[in-house]
Each structure stands twice: as C-alpha cells, then as structure tokens.
C-alpha cells in the first residue's frame, strides 16, 4: 500500500490482516531508542508530536552517549544498551511497550525482547541493523567499513571511540539540523561494534517485529539487511522515502508511522 504523509513517501510491504490493523487504544507507550553517535536528545521533535497526539514516550540515552558521555568505558557493549533500555521499562513499570531501535540500536532491542518479551507490544526497527545470536555490527558491515571505522578508532582515540561522522551521513541537509547534529553527536563506543550479541531466544521473542526503511537517501550500511528482511514472511516491512536520521528530517511523518504500528 502507497501512503503519503507530509510529503513524504510511504510504502507498506507485508500488511497485517484487516483483524490485526484496528484502531488503537487511546494512549500507547513508546520507548525510542537512538542509534549511534546520537542520544535521547535525537527524538525529541517525534516525541513531541506522539505526546501531543496523546501517547507515552520515553528516550532513554544509551551509557557513553549523549548526556551520559560521562560513564564512557572501554567494555560498552549491545548488552549494557539493552540494559539501559530494560531497566526504563522496568523501573517505570511500563506494558505493552512499542519499542523502536534506529540504526545501531536495532541490535539493543532485539536483546531487550530475548530478556523481557512480556512488557513488549511491538519491536520497530528504524533504518536498523539487525542481528542474531552471536553476531556483532561488525559481522554485518562491508569489509571496506569496517577497516574505515577501525583506522580512524585507532586514529582518533587508541581504539575507544568512533568519531562522528558528518550529518550528511545521515542524509541530514538543512543547515539548522546539520550544526544541531555538530554539537550534539558524540563518539562512539568502539567495543559494542565488535562483540557479538547473545539471544536466547528466535529474534523478537515473540514479539511482532515491523522494519522501517528509509530510502531517500538509502543507509549504504543497512541495504543488505533490508533485502534479507523483506525475505521474511514474519516481518512488516515499510519503506519511508526519508534519509537515515528520519527522526531529525520528517519528525511528524514518521510519528504518523509508528502510531500505524501500533
């Protein structure tokens, strides 16, 4: 199915049956969780526009991160992400979380859903990277990234952190957004590249998993990972004509397309 919203592109591969797209509730809970270099910080104008429309919503700022650049350490893995994440679900008593993981962050999501599926509604992947049991980002990358990341963690930092890259990266053009993304994106833990995660689980637990993927620009990184979800019969599939940092770009219309998750 087509959609446009604000301008933008919507296409929906993989619909739920007509049974699974009712309304929703009045109020659902999001907990938006930001992908690398970023923070909580990176959602605000999407968080905004859900809590105006009546929702729940959180942006926790991974351990490193953000505001929390602080607690940086040389052993930050996936698995102390997903620890961020649980640990707001649970401290805030949350249910029925529709919980979404841009870029890196896909991988965070997927392990909170193999420790907690219970509090969960529905897994968004944003432009994300997908991972299984014993895999890493690194393991999914091109080669030709994956030595470009490393020579300049090495350069940079003695292999601690990735520096950010431009905001252009991240299909980020307007001027406003780009020196906002300039102040604000910090490096990178390196480490939570490089360390395979573990599920105990089949990915997702369980739990209805949707891919969102922005294609104008495409995210070179995660265009093989796009192909292999729309492989799978268990996925919904949703292609966003928005570049990769779509929450900064098209905040509104992609507010629209989570509550259409929901």
């Known amino acids: 199915m087509h959609i446009r919203r604000g301008g ?18 009045a109020s659902e809970t999001f907990v938006l969780v930001h992908g690398a270099w970023h923070g909580g910080w990176c959602w605000c104008r999407v968080a905004e526009a859900l809590r105006a429309a009546g929702h729940l919503v ?25 620890t961020d ?8 008593e949350l249910w029925h979380v529709i919980l979404v993981g841009h870029s890196l962050a896909g991988g965070a999501i997927s392990v909170v859903a193999d420790r907690i599926p219970k509090t969960l509604k529905q897994l968004v992947y944003l432009d994300a990277g997908v991972l299984e049991n014993g895999e890493s980002p690194f393991s999914k990358m091109d080669p030709t990234i994956v030595a470009q990341r490393l020579k300049l963690a090495q350069e940079t930092s003695g292999g601690l952190t990735i520096p950010p890259p431009a905001p252009g ?6 001027p406003h ?31 209805s998993k949707t891919y969102i993927a922005c294609t104008r ?13 729309r492989r799978q019969n268990e996925w919904v599939y949703v292609e966003f004509a928005c570049g990769h940092d779509a929450m900064v770009i098209c905040p509104d219309a992609l507010a629209q397309i989570l509550i259409g998750c929901a």
Not at 8 to 25: D, I, T
Not at 169 to 174: C, I, K, Q, S, Y
Not at 179 to 207: A, D, K, M, S
């Open 8 to 25: 933008c592109e919507v296409y929906w591969y993989k619909l739920r049956r007509p049974n699974e797209c009712n309304a929703m509730s």
């Open 58 to 82: 959180f942006t926790p700022t991974l351990t490193g991160l953000g505001e929390r650049v602080h607690l940086l350490r040389p052993d930050i893995t996936i698995e102390d992400f997903a």
């Open 85 to 92: 994440v649980a640990n707001v679900i649970e401290a805030e």
């Open 169 to 174: 990266a991240f299909g980020v053009t307007e």
């Open 177 to 207: 957004d780009v020196e906002w993304l300039r102040r604000r994106l910090t490096p990178q833990p390196f480490n939570c590249y490089q360390t395979p995660i573990r599920l105990n689980h089949p990915l997702g637990n369980g739990v």
């Open 217 to 229: 620009p495409a995210y070179k990184p995660m265009l093989e990972i796009q192909e292999w979800v």
